[in-house]
């Protein structure tokens, strides 16, 4: 189903329609009201942007976890008259960690210029990343142009080896988050998202829809982002208060963590 917020065309034909905007008889119709009413919705639709964003880049690469991109991609595509779509080092197929593919279109080569750049996480793949040149020094140009430069999870690690993030308060994965940003000059902060200027990162997987959120309200107002929220039913209630080791199960934090240090502390070791 196409989001309310991107079917611009039905829904101004609807609003801009010769309906009356007096009261309503029908008590199941669209609820239009009056020429006020109608006037706010139409204020809420098509409400100025703190900046014009044209083009949202979210970067794929081998590894990455998925929702770490497609969390930002479906909510930031929520975002009127922008584009949003996926960028890769080359055009073709690339697989998530668990080997979904998916088609990309749109090459370093092509893409020149961001409104916004989202960096995903992954696991052994995005610490390979931090060492790819021609990546960060994509990142590093296509920062120039953006209005938000931004990360999930370990992404921080990628934008972090840019060097874009020393100075800043940052966020990260939970896994080695402080360690790893300190590594980049960065000042590690256990939030859900921080953002230090136009540098937005987020912490692990779920945060970058709501870091994605927290873009939203800031470039288009409460009621643009309450209607973001609707569309996506984004109305969150996990079964458990857990999802971060302060608030886990001591055991299951410690379990998760050497977990983590068999995959990726030998390559963090080797950076």
């Known amino acids: 189903m196409k989001t309310i917020l991107n079917s611009t065309l039905i829904l101004c034909t609807i609003l801009t329609s010769g309906f009356s905007f007096s009261q309503k008889t029908n008590p199941d119709s669209l609820a239009i ?4 009413e109608h006037q706010e919705m139409m204020d809420i639709l098509f409400a100025k942007p703190k900046y014009p964003i044209k083009k949202i880049g979210i970067l794929l690469y081998d590894g990455y976890n ?14 009127m008259g922008a584009k949003t779509y996926f960028v890769a080092k080359n055009r073709g197929m690339v697989k998530n960690q668990r080997g979904l593919e998916i088609k990309i279109d749109s090459s370093f080569a092509d893409v020149k210029s961001l409104d916004i750049l989202v ?9 390979m990343l931090t060492k790819d040149e ?7 140009t296509i920062d120039k142009t953006t209005k938000y430069t931004t990360s999930v999870c370990t992404g921080a690690w990628v934008l972090g080896a840019t060097g874009l993030l020393k100075g800043k308060n940052t966020t990260s994965n939970w896994y080695r988050g402080e360690e790893m940003m300190k590594s980049y000059g960065a000042n590690f902060k256990e939030e859900r998202y921080v953002h230090d200027g136009k540098y937005w990162t987020s912490a692990g997987v779920s945060a970058g829809i709501d870091m994605s959120l927290a873009i939203i309200d800031d470039l288009l107002g409460r009621k643009y982002t309450e209607a973001v929220m609707l569309d996506l039913e984004y109305d969150p209630k996990p079964p458990y208060d857990a999802g971060v080791p302060k608030k886990s199960d001591p055991q299951v934090a410690a379990m998760m963590k050497e977990m983590y240090d068999m995959i990726m502390l030998p390559l963090i070791q080797k950076k």
Do not use: C, Q, V
């Open 33 to 36: 009201g009056t020429a006020d």
């Open 66 to 79: 998925t929702l770490d991109a497609m969390g930002p991609y479906h909510t930031l595509a929520e975002i």
């Open 119 to 127: 960096i995903p996480g992954g696991a052994a793949e995005t610490i």
């Open 134 to 140: 021609e990546t960060l020094n994509w990142i590093r």
